[in-house]
């Protein structure tokens, strides 16, 4: 007996069918089968254990309390896995039962994010509707790799930011990462929303790690200012989070830079401040039984910077450009954290205090700062004037106690003569209102004005 194929459709249909039918049968398969459960065995200072349930480090697990608390594998050993919770541990007790959630921490990313305020774990906070509702959305791992090094495009295009000191004398490229080093209290979080407003980038993902609950609506409404609000994304972990939420807040931030930069676009990543990042992940490491190194810090923190900083900059197909801030302790720029940061990033943008007690706005030193990747991205007109600059200021610097107590003998040095008869104009080429935005073509065109012959 001869068999008769089936038609085309009828296939189609069969073959629909018979797809629909596995798909119900694993998700029956799904719901019956056993719930693996583990428990809370100990509770100690930052952290808790769990026995009796397997996970990766990185894993989020849900410790069932009301309300439910989830917690993140920071380490694992024969005793148990050792857990520090995404929020307050109040009302949990030895014995809760712990539940594996599927894996690490997922975030939603999407065009939709521009002008939305999200916490540490990437979900929004600004009473917007919720990302899942949104068109265009898809779920994606925190963690992510950098792009091969064999793969980024050299750098060789300017990114203006719309700050002159910057742009003339401290130039970025787009893909650069750059350090912004100070103590407290200098203008850093006030030069980021300066950068927001005026850069040339597409879209600003601006991370606040450990920030004043008070100063973040400041800085959404004075600083920022719905038209930076407009192009950005914002993702807040308050002093008071908890130290891993703070530490993923980072890396929530990156990613969604990362997913703008996949989509063809030139994004500006600013991350207010590296040293609270690292600070979180001292307390994580010391909390999981990593020993201290240097001042405090375990090894991890050494090894967490170069594996954050390196996800930003160029990839075949847009550019991630970094700005981060580093807290220097006691305005030391030797410290730990900011040295490391200088090891790894490409150039780096000191704020002093003298000049922002003296209200030179912004307090950029700029005879402190370089960008390693000037010759790159200017052209030899743009560097010739930019270094006959530098020069006036430096002969400025030398002979400037001199002047003060009327020592100087005008003819001794012509570069300081020089400087010493254009600091008026040089100081208001160098400083800018916080609504001042300046393009890079006119901010090149007034340097070259002012150190002309």
Same mark, same amino acid.
């Given at each position: 007996?001869?068999?008769? /194929?089936?038609?085309?459709?009828?296939?189609?249909?069969?073959?629909?069918?018979?797809?629909?039918?596995?798909?119900?049968?694993? *998700?029956?398969?799904?719901? $019956?089968?056993?719930?693996?459960?583990? *428990?809370?065995?100990?509770?100690?200072?930052?952290?808790?254990? @769990?026995?009796?349930?397997?996970?990766?480090?990185?894993?989020?697990?849900?410790?069932?309390?009301?309300? /439910?608390?989830?917690?993140?594998?920071?380490?694992?050993?024969?005793?148990?896995?050792?857990?520090?919770?995404?929020?307050?541990?109040?009302?949990?007790?030895?014995?809760?039962?712990?539940?594996?959630?599927?894996?690490?921490?997922?975030?939603?990313?999407?065009?939709?994010?521009?002008?939305?305020?999200?916490?540490?774990?990437?979900?929004?906070?600004?009473?917007?509707?919720?990302?899942?509702?949104?068109?265009?959305?898809?779920?994606?791992?925190?963690?992510?790799?950098?792009?091969?090094?064999?793969?980024?495009?050299? $750098?060789?295009?300017?990114?203006?930011?719309?700050?002159?000191?910057?742009?003339?004398?401290?130039?970025?490229?787009?893909?650069?990462?750059?350090?912004?080093?100070?103590?407290?209290?200098?203008?850093?979080?006030?030069?980021?929303?300066? $950068?927001?407003?005026?850069?040339?980038?597409?879209?600003?993902?601006?991370?606040?790690?450990?920030?004043?609950?008070?100063?973040?609506?400041?800085?959404?409404?004075?600083?920022?200012?719905?038209?930076?609000?407009? *192009?950005?994304?914002?993702?807040?972990?308050?002093?008071?989070?908890? /130290?891993?939420?703070?530490?993923?807040?980072?890396?929530?931030? &990156?990613? $969604?830079?990362?997913?703008?930069?996949?989509?063809?676009?030139?994004? @500006?990543?600013?991350?207010?401040?590296?040293?609270?990042?690292?600070?979180?992940?001292?307390?994580?490491?010391?909390?999981?039984?990593?020993?201290?190194?240097?001042?405090?810090?375990?090894?991890?923190?050494?090894?967490?910077?170069?594996?954050?900083?390196?996800?930003?900059? &160029?990839?075949?197909?847009?550019?991630?450009?970094?700005?981060?801030?580093?807290?220097?302790?006691?305005?030391?720029?030797?410290?730990?954290?900011?040295?490391?940061?200088?090891?790894?990033?490409?150039?780096?943008?000191?704020?002093?205090?003298?000049?922002?007690?003296?209200?030179?706005?912004?307090?950029?030193?700029?005879?402190?700062?370089?960008?390693?990747?000037?010759?790159?991205?200017? &052209?030899?007109?743009?560097?010739?004037?930019?270094?006959?600059?530098?020069?006036?200021?430096?002969?400025?610097?030398?002979?400037?106690?001199?002047?003060?107590?009327?020592?100087?003998?005008?003819? &001794?040095?012509?570069?300081?003569?020089?400087?010493?008869?254009?600091?008026?104009?040089?100081?208001?080429?160098?400083?800018?209102?916080?609504?001042?935005?300046?393009?890079?073509?006119?901010?090149?065109?007034?340097?070259?004005?002012?150190?002309?012959?």
């Amino acid at each position: 007996m001869t068999t008769m /194929p089936l038609p085309p459709a009828s296939q189609t249909r069969v073959g629909s069918a018979g797809a629909a039918l596995a798909a119900n049968r694993s *998700r029956a398969l799904a719901a $019956i089968r056993p719930l693996g459960l583990g *428990r809370v065995s100990e509770m100690v200072g930052l952290h808790l254990r @769990v026995t009796g349930l397997r996970a990766a480090v990185g894993d989020l697990l849900e410790v069932q309390s009301t309300p /439910p608390v989830l917690v993140e594998v920071a380490a694992s050993s024969t005793e148990g896995l050792v857990c520090l919770p995404l929020a307050r541990l109040t009302g949990i007790q030895v014995g809760a039962y712990v539940r594996h959630t599927g894996g690490p921490l997922q975030i939603r990313v999407g065009d939709a994010l521009r002008g939305r305020v999200l916490d540490g774990l990437g979900r929004p906070i600004d009473g917007g509707p919720h990302l899942g509702a949104l068109p265009g959305m898809s779920l994606v791992d925190v963690d992510g790799d950098a792009p091969d090094a064999l793969s980024r495009p050299t $750098i060789t295009r300017q990114l203006g930011l719309g700050v002159r000191a910057l742009d003339s004398l401290v130039p970025c490229g787009r893909g650069q990462r750059i350090g912004i080093m100070a103590g407290s209290g200098v203008g850093k979080s006030s030069l980021l929303s300066m $950068i927001a407003r005026g850069t040339d980038a597409e879209v600003s993902v601006i991370a606040l790690v450990g920030e004043r609950g008070r100063e973040v609506r400041e800085f959404i409404e004075n600083d920022l200012g719905p038209e930076g609000l407009a *192009r950005s994304v914002l993702v807040v972990a308050t002093s008071d989070a908890p /130290p891993v939420e703070r530490l993923r807040s980072a890396f929530v931030a &990156t990613r $969604i830079a990362e997913s703008f930069r996949d989509a063809g676009k030139d994004v @500006v990543l600013m991350m207010d401040s590296l040293t609270r990042v690292a600070m979180a992940q001292r307390e994580i490491g010391l909390s999981a039984g990593e020993p201290p190194a240097t001042r405090g810090y375990p090894p991890s923190v050494f090894n967490l910077m170069p594996r954050l900083l390196e996800r930003a900059g &160029t990839s075949p197909h847009g550019s991630i450009t970094g700005l981060y801030t580093v807290l220097v302790e006691g305005d030391d720029l030797q410290d730990p954290i900011g040295d490391t940061a200088r090891s790894i990033l490409d150039g780096h943008v000191v704020l002093t205090r003298r000049l922002a007690t003296a209200g030179h706005f912004p307090s950029i030193d700029v005879l402190e700062s370089i960008s390693r990747v000037t010759g790159a991205v200017t &052209t030899p007109e743009q560097r010739a004037d930019a270094v006959a600059l530098r020069r006036m200021l430096a002969a400025h610097r030398d002979v400037k106690e001199l002047v003060e107590i009327g020592a100087y003998v005008s003819g &001794t040095d012509a570069e300081a003569d020089a400087a010493i008869a254009r600091m008026p104009r040089i100081e208001a080429f160098l400083r800018q209102s916080m609504d001042e935005q300046t393009p890079t073509a006119d901010t090149w065109a007034a340097l070259h004005q002012l150190v002309a012959r």
